[in-house]
């Protein structure tokens, strides 16, 4: 199917690790971007192509992805990581693009 | 430095039809790879893929929403415009323009516009 599932809501303590999934059919043949959204603010790219941190994002970001699943990782969470994550993929046949139903972080 | 911004009517009455229009600088969309799209979000709601058109001129929407949508481009001006038909209050919401250079190190949407805000409503 063409598309992107992603838990609600993922909630860590300030340090903790957080960890947010994406799942797709057609994941294991199309790379993964990510994006965090702040209250008011445009998307920003935190991750590409699965596992690339564009400069300027700390290295506290990573991703991986295995089969019909991709993960992006928060090592050390910090309050200024709250936000809402959405993962971005091309459809199966690369005609368009999908955003999951986006993830809430909450760091407190 | 790469830089989109978005403009439109910012109110538009149910039935009619809303022109965005994005306007960038920094890159061209006469290069080689070069795409720019639009994405939409409702509040409180998840982002919306719209549609895209690449440097050949090539067009990709929605497929939800394709009947409703019309993208081009002007090379001159820098700009790339999204028309939307019969709009309805479903599609309330920030519409974002960005950039995806699909031959790049960063094939991803990799800079964004601000964003600007539309509301459909009588």
């Known amino acids: 199917s063409n598309e992107l599932t992603q838990p609600p809501s993922v909630s860590v303590s300030p340090g903790q690790t957080a960890r947010i999934a994406c799942s797709g059919d057609a994941l294991p043949k199309k790379f993964v971007d990510w994006y965090q959204v702040k209250s008011g603010q445009a998307p920003v790219l935190v991750i590409y192509e699965d596992i690339k941190r564009p400069s300027g994002i700390p290295e506290r970001f990573s991703g991986s992805s295995s089969g019909t699943m991709a993960t992006l990782t928060i090592s050390g969470a910090q309050v200024a990581d709250e936000g809402d994550y959405y993962c971005s993929s091309p459809d199966s046949d690369g005609n368009q693009w999908l955003f999951g139903g986006g993830t809430k972080l909450t760091v407190l | 430095q790469v830089t989109l911004r978005e403009s439109g009517p910012g109110l538009v009455k149910p039935t009619q039809t809303l022109t965005l229009t994005c306007t960038f600088s920094?890159?061209?969309?006469?290069?080689?790879?070069?795409?720019v799209a639009w994405v939409r979000q409702p509040p409180g709601k998840a982002l919306e893929w719209l549609a895209l058109?690449?440097?050949?001129?090539?067009?990709y929407y929605s497929t939800s929403l394709k009947t409703r949508l019309t993208i081009s481009k002007d090379t001159s001006k820098n700009q790339v415009v999204l028309t939307m038909i019969n709009m309805d209050s479903v599609d309330t919401g920030t519409y974002y323009c960005?950039?995806?250079?699909?031959?790049?190190?960063?094939?991803?949407?990799?800079?964004w516009g601000p964003g600007t805000n539309v509301t459909v409503s009588s």
């Open positions: 058109i690449d440097w050949e001129g090539d067009k």
């Open positions: 960005a950039r995806r250079d699909v031959v790049a190190m960063t094939d991803a949407f990799d800079v």
């Open positions: 920094g890159f061209s969309l006469k290069t080689s790879g070069m795409c």
